[in-house]
T-cell receptor, first 115, second 105 residues
Framework: DTEVTQTPKHLVMGMTNKKSLKCEQHMGHRAMYWYKQKAKKPPELMFVYSYEKLSINESVPSRFSPECPNSSLLNLHLHALQPEDSALYLC??????????????FGPGTRLTVT | GIQVEQSPPDLILQEGANSTLRCNFSDSVNNLQWFHQNPWGQLINLFYIPSGTKQNGRLSATTVATERYSLLYISSSQTTDSGVYFCARNNDMRFGAGTRLTVKP
């Protein structure tokens, strides 16, 4: 099974709301990733978790707060977002992170609209 | 910074035609992936290819790591091949800007 699942598929939130995006994989992967993709642009890496520890934070604003409760789950907590944060948020996983690098598998994404 | 350049940016084909998409890197590549992003946003893995050639049905890919480029070949294109094709360098998961492919019936 090479599936990464994400919920919800769509999310509309106001600038004062708090919401969370969820990602799950059951491939036994120990690295998980969050990406942001604006329309007609490529995905951009936001965070990398390796063995449930945050390894990479690509200078993402603090209104985005990642969490990795266990090796299968990855959350992205959202608070006080701006309209320009509207985008497709993609989760991915790979066997491990770093070293020789490994194939990444992506979830279907959450399409976020901030009003 | 490290650049990942894809060409062409846009490509329109008639169904049944063949095409070649290119990905150039400004720095070394430990590993490379090709993806197809469908209209709903799902990134579908096509190839994980550090070097050499791989084939999967009508698609094949070749990476020449020493020359820092990779090619994706699509033969006998179908309308379902439409979408955006991305290459990404796995060292740092940096994506190219993509090639938007439209296959017309």
């Amino acid at each position: 099974d090479t599936e990464v699942t994400q919920t919800p598929k769509h999310l509309v939130m106001g600038m004062t709301n708090k919401k969370s995006l969820k990602c799950e994989q059951h491939m036994g992967h120990r690295a998980m990733y969050w990406y942001k993709q604006k329309a007609k642009k490529p995905p951009e890496l936001m965070f990398v978790y390796s063995y449930e520890k945050l390894s990479i934070n690509e200078s993402v604003p603090s209104r985005f707060s990642p969490e990795c409760p266990n090796s299968s789950l990855l959350n992205l907590h959202l608070h006080a977002l701006q309209p320009e944060d509207s985008a497709l948020y993609l989760c991915a996983s790979s066997q491990v992170y770093g070293g020789g690098s490994y194939e990444q598998y992506f979830g279907p994404g959450t399409r976020l609209t901030v009003t | 910074g490290i650049q990942v350049e894809q060409s062409p940016p846009d490509l329109i084909l008639q169904e049944g035609a063949n095409s070649t998409l290119r990905c150039n890197f400004s720095d070394s590549v430990n590993n490379l992936q090709w993806f197809h992003q469908n209209p709903w946003g799902q990134l579908i893995n096509l190839f994980y290819i550090p070097s050499g050639t791989k084939q999967n049905g009508r698609l094949s890919a070749t990476t020449v790591a020493t020359e820092r480029y990779s090619l994706l070949y699509i033969s006998s294109s179908q309308t379902t091949d439409s979408g955006v094709y991305f290459c990404a360098r796995n060292n740092d998961m940096r994506f190219g800007a993509g090639t938007r492919l439209t296959v017309k019936p």
